[in-house]
């Protein structure tokens, strides 16, 4: 039974580029959630998506958009990239129905170095 | 704004010594949760703690929740080595979970 898998597991880009980060759940949960962790912080929430709708956001700027596809797999998008977005990226997979208590399963993370 | 306080942010035990780390959070919750991670990689989840519970056990982890204080604390007993890692509390309130800053937990040999 594969756990949560993200790639790529490291990736450097440069200030105003563009970024994709991919995520592949659980197998059986419906819901994945995107978090960004700086340097000796805790994970700070993104968002949540649940039938392929955004239904929770932190506060994070638009600049940080994500999808859900059919198959429960997610993409977090990081547009106008700043030298503050370099942190490691975690995504969460849980079940989201009604009445679920969310206990997270967190990928190994992918490193994001903005230069 | 992070939800979660943890206190200590660091703490260096001998092995085989219990290690105790506390949680402090500001609003009602719907449960409070406690995660591993080890060097800056995915979380582990420990242990769960409704709002209606006070305490509970899973092997070598205690976990206690006072929501008149709004705190909770995670006590491991009998340390080891592969304790090392950093601890966050999160809370869950309205299907958000917010994580604090954690606890580096080193165990000396």
């Known amino acids: 039974d594969a756990g949560v898998t993200q790639s790529p597991t490291h990736l450097i880009k440069t200030r105003g580029q563009q970024v994709t980060l991919r995520c592949s759940p659980k197998?059986?949960?419906?819901?994945v959630s995107w978090y960004q962790q700086a340097l000796g912080q805790g994970p700070q929430f993104i968002f949540q998506?649940?039938?392929?709708?955004?239904?929770q956001r932190g506060n994070f700027p638009d600049r940080f958009s994500g999808h859900q596809f059919p198959n429960y797999s997610s993409e977090l998008n990081v547009n106008a990239l700043l030298l503050g977005d370099s942190a490691l990226y975690l995504c969460?997979?849980?079940?989201?129905?009604?009445?679920?208590?969310?206990?997270?399963?967190f990928g190994a993370g992918t490193r994001l170095s903005v230069l | 704004s992070q939800q979660g306080e943890e206190d200590p942010q660091a703490l260096s035990i001998q092995e085989g010594e219990n290690a105790t780390m506390n949680c402090s959070y500001k609003?009602?919750?719907?449960?409070l949760q406690w995660y591993r991670q080890n060097s800056g990689r995915g979380l582990v989840h420990l242990i769960l703690?409704?709002?209606?519970?006070r305490e509970k056990h899973s092997g070598r982890l205690r976990v206690t929740l006072d929501t008149s204080k709004k705190s909770s604390s995670l006590l491991i007993t009998a340390s080891r080595a592969a304790d090392t890692a950093s601890y966050f509390c999160?809370?869950?309130?309205?299907?958000?979970?917010?994580f604090g800053k954690g606890t580096r937990l080193h165990i000396l040999p």
């Open positions: 197998s059986g949960h419906d819901t």
């Open positions: 998506y649940y039938e392929e709708e955004e239904r």
């Open positions: 969460a997979s849980s079940l989201g129905g009604a009445g679920h208590i969310s206990i997270q399963y």
């Open positions: 999160a809370v869950n309130r309205d299907d958000k979970i917010i």
């Open positions: 703690i409704r709002s209606n519970e």
């Open positions: 609003t009602s919750i719907n449960n």
